[in-house]
């Protein structure tokens, strides 16, 4: 059973940074590509960033230049730095899992980040 935890969302100002974290409870946390999804209420799910058990990054055009994806398969966890945040960055963030060899995917609950003055 394959759980995500997300931390790390919040209330943040124009021009601010968070930081988002994910740990897995996942045997061999390099058979996973990970990734981060967001979704604002009556839109479709987006991807945001997703990084490879290569580290291979790949970044939605809203996200490249200020948001920052990274992993750490020691520890298990996943993490997107977020900076020079936007209002339209407001959204359900959410931590994806892909499973390298069935292409299953696994979801974290989601944390809510608004941007705010």
């Known amino acids: 059973q394959v759980q995500l935890v997300e931390s790390g969302g919040g209330l943040v100002q124009p021009g601010g940074s968070l930081r988002l974290s994910c740990a897995a409870s996942?045997?061999?946390?390099?058979?996973?590509?990970m990734a981060w999804y967001r979704q604002v209420p009556g839109q479709q799910r987006e991807l945001v960033a997703s990084?490879?058990?290569?580290?291979?990054?790949n970044y939605a055009d809203s996200a490249k230049g200020r948001f920052t994806i990274s992993r750490d398969n020691a520890k298990k966890t996943a993490s997107l730095q977020m900076n020079s945040l936007k209002p339209e960055d407001t959204a359900v963030y959410y931590c994806?899992?892909?499973?390298?060899?069935?292409?299953?995917?696994?979801w974290g609950q989601g944390t809510q980040v608004t941007v705010s003055s």
């Open positions: 994806n899992a892909k499973f390298i060899f069935t292409r299953r995917d696994y």
């Open positions: 996942v045997t061999i946390f390099s058979q996973y590509t």
């Open positions: 990084i490879t058990n290569t580290a291979i990054t």
